[in-house]
Every structure is written in C-alpha cells, then in structure tokens.
C-alpha cells in the first residue's frame, strides 16, 4: 500500500476544515444585512438564503477549489521542502503553522466570496468546454460560452454580494477577538515550537554524519523518526509549562533556537547541500530563514512586535510558497 504524503493529508484536512469553518460561521454568526432595504432584511427568501443556500454553495466551492488544485498544492508543498534543502523542513514547518493558523481564523471569511465566484465560474466554463477546446471555438461560440458561465454563476455572484460586508464584519471580529485573547498563547507557542524543531534539526544533521561517516558516502536526506517527533512533542509540552508557570529558565531554553537553528544553517551551506545559484527560491529561503532568527532573538522582548512578528513571518512563507506555485517544474509535468 502506498504511503499517504504530509502534503496530500494536509490538502485533504484543509478540503474537510474550511467548510466546516464556514458552516459554523453561518449557523452561529447572527447575520445582520443592514445595509439592504428593511422588507429584503424581513424577507424569509433571503434569510433562507444566507442561513442555509450561500453556506451550501461555499462550502461547494472550497472543495472544488482543492479538488482543481489539490495536486498542484500538494506538489508545490513537497517542491518547497525538496529545494530548500539548505533550510530544515522543521523551520518550513515552523512558518507554515503561523500562516495556517492566520490564513484560517481571519482569511477564509473574508476570501470566500471571491473563491465561491471563481469556483463556480470555472465549474460551470470547464463544463461547457469539456469535450472541446475553447480555443477551437468560432468567436460567436465563445461569446455564447462566456454568457452562459457569467449567468450560470449568477447564484454564487448574489449570494456573495449578500454578505460581503458581513464576512468582512466576521474577519474583524475573529481578528479582534484573536489577538486580544490568544496572540500572547500562539507566541509562546511558536517560541517552544521553534527551540523543539531546532533541536531535532541539529538531530537529523548528526545522524547524518553518522550514516555518512558510517558508509563513506553523502547522504541526501534523513527523515524523522517517531521517537524524534515524539520528543520535540515533549519538549514544546514542557517549555510551555515552564512559561506559564513563570520559571525563569525557560529564558534560558530560548536561546537554544537561534544557536541550533544557526549550527544547522551553516553546516547545510557549508556541506552543500543545494548550490546557491541552482536553488530556486534561495533568496526568499534565506528571508524566511531570518526572520525566524529575528522573531526569536527580538521580537520575543517587546510585546507590541509580537503582532508584527507573526504577521511578517507569515506574510514572507505565503510570499515563499507561491513561489513554488508558479514553479517551472509544474508546466513540465503538464506537457
């Protein structure tokens, strides 16, 4: 049996998550559509429509968005760790939490309108050139084509327009309420996970010259074992407790990650691991890679950066990824 990839689970935990996230939005925000006349915000039609027709047709949506472009995530995911060898996969890891959980708790309410017209737009263009080329299309067939997709996705277009400035209201408030009450929780969190992963990242680098030493030639990559996974589990478990129980040493444990984190930067450049001019997305890497040093060695003192911290690091990975997105190894495996 072939084993599942990280990537292809996170695609498919994604594909279950959002519209799970967007069903409980809508059953439990109390939509309030001021900005219509006061008969339509009476109207029994559209309130059937924002409570029960618009979650349905999102929630359609996002799964036929990852449907569409599970694979090309999946592999720009796996094309990411690959060329950036140079930068351990526990640092990429390390980002890509801080930017899933903004991406979840204030993107989503806020760019589903905009995917749900997309989405069916697409549905609807892709069902109608199915069995023929667009480009093979008269002119008078294309302009038919394209009026068909625009009123075919009328439904999601009205639904949209709806509660557009509501979503826009929920991504404040989720905003808001986020970072008032648990930015200070995701820090320290982002703190202990980044002293675990770079721990087990000086780890794997060991292993590696053992092996390497062991059968007298190179060794590309060593992956984690459970055991090591195990234990930067514990690690983070235990930092936490030491930071809310206000024990001072754990100041100490925060050193750890730029001293480790910077052993295995330069140990994987030295021992050239990808070559500088070769690595596609090198100069972003190394951007991504310090601004995980800045956010542990200072934004960590001053509390007014911890926002800006998390929101420059997250910024800088997204950058990163769609990077890889419009990789050229995608075009050569669609020819």
Same mark, same amino acid.
Not at 37 to 43: D, G, L, N
Not at 231 to 252: A, G, M, P, R
């Given at each position: ?74 592999? /720009? ?82 639904? /949209? ?41 000086? =780890? ?5 010259? =053992? ?7 190179? =060794? ?29 040493? =754990? ?23 990808? /070559? ?57 495996? /669609?020819?």
């Amino acid at each position: 049996m072939k084993k599942l990839k990280f990537s292809r689970l996170l695609v498919l935990f994604l594909a279950i998550a959002i519209p799970i996230f967007i069903t409980y939005n809508f059953w439990v925000y109390d939509f309030k559509l001021n900005w219509l006349p006061i008969s339509w915000q009476e109207s029994k039609f559209i309130l059937a429509l924002v409570q029960y027709v618009t979650p349905i047709l999102f929630c359609i949506a996002w799964i036929y968005f990852f449907w569409v472009l599970a694979t090309l995530i999946a592999d /720009s995911i796996d094309l990411m760790n690959k060329e950036s060898s140079f930068i351990s996969v526990h640092y990429l890891f390390f980002f890509g939490v801080n930017t899933l959980v903004l991406f979840y708790i204030f993107l989503i309410p806020l760019i589903t309108p905009v995917v749900a017209i997309l989405a069916y737009s697409s549905m609807i263009f892709k069902g109608l050139t199915s069995r023929v080329s667009y480009d093979d299309l008269d002119e008078g067939t294309r302009t038919s084509v394209r009026i068909i997709t625009f009123w075919a996705a009328i439904p999601a277009i009205f639904c /949209s327009i709806l509660i557009i400035p509501e979503s826009l209201q929920i991504s404040l408030e989720i905003w808001n309420d986020f970072w008032l009450n648990y930015v200070d929780d995701l820090f320290f969190f982002i703190k202990a996970l980044g002293v675990a992963l770079s721990i087990g990242a000086t =780890v794997l680098i060991y292993k590696r010259g =053992v092996q390497e030493t062991e059968h007298g030639k190179k =060794v590309e990559k060593i992956k984690a074992t459970p055991g090591l996974i195990l234990s930067e589990f514990l690690i983070v478990l235990f930092i936490l407790f030491l930071n809310y129980q206000n024990i001072e040493f =754990v100041e100490v444990l925060y050193y750890l990650s730029p001293i480790f984190s910077g052993f295995t930067f330069v140990i994987n450049i030295v021992k050239g691991r990808k /070559s500088m001019e070769g690595d596609y997305g090198n100069p972003l890497g190394i951007a991504v890679w310090f601004a995980f040093m800045i956010t542990i060695l200072l934004f960590r003192r001053y509390e007014f950066l911890r926002i800006w911290s998390i929101i420059i690091s997250a910024i800088l990975f997204t950058i990163y990824f769609i990077a890889f997105l419009n990789h050229p190894t995608h075009e050569k495996k /669609s020819n």
